[in-house]
Nanobody, 121 residues
Framework: QVQLVESGGGLVQAGESLTLSCAASGSIFSINAMNWYRQAPGKQRELVAGITSGGRTNYADSVKGRFTISRDNAKNTVYLQMNSLKPEDTAVYYC???????????????WGQGTQVTVSS
């Protein structure tokens, strides 16, 4: 019904920047929260940043001041601008969205397939 497709991951050196994108498509009536999570090897998945449909944002303490989440509601897309990257930011980054679908007044949760971000020291 709804697909989330991430892009923008890659290999960078410490101190560099990357921007991740996540585009939602399918039977979308509206999108409420859109979040970015990450999972490093051997660790639990953690919330990195979130943004509501009204633009209110929240961040993990570890990324405050370095990462910025934004969204384009017209394009059903969420972005994660990552600056001053550190080796400890290395992880698979996942997009998450709570979507109200066109087939009924129900909200569902969807995940993207993940995109690898590797930061070398």
């Amino acid at each position: 019904q709804v697909q989330l497709v991430e892009s923008g991951g890659g290999l960078v050196q410490a101190g560099e920047s990357l921007t991740l994108s996540c585009a939602a498509s399918g039977s979308i009536f509206s999108i409420n929260a859109m979040n970015w999570y990450r999972q490093a090897p051997g660790k639990q998945r953690e919330l990195v940043a979130g943004i509501t449909s009204g633009g209110r944002t929240n961040y993990a303490d570890s990324v405050k001041g370095r990462f910025t989440i934004s969204r384009d509601n017209a394009k059903n897309t969420v972005y994660l601008q990552m600056n001053s990257l550190k080796p400890e930011d290395t992880a698979v980054y996942y997009c998450y969205a709570r979507v109200v679908v066109t087939t009924g007044p129900y909200e569902y949760q969807y995940w993207g397939q993940g995109t690898q971000v590797t930061v070398s020291s």
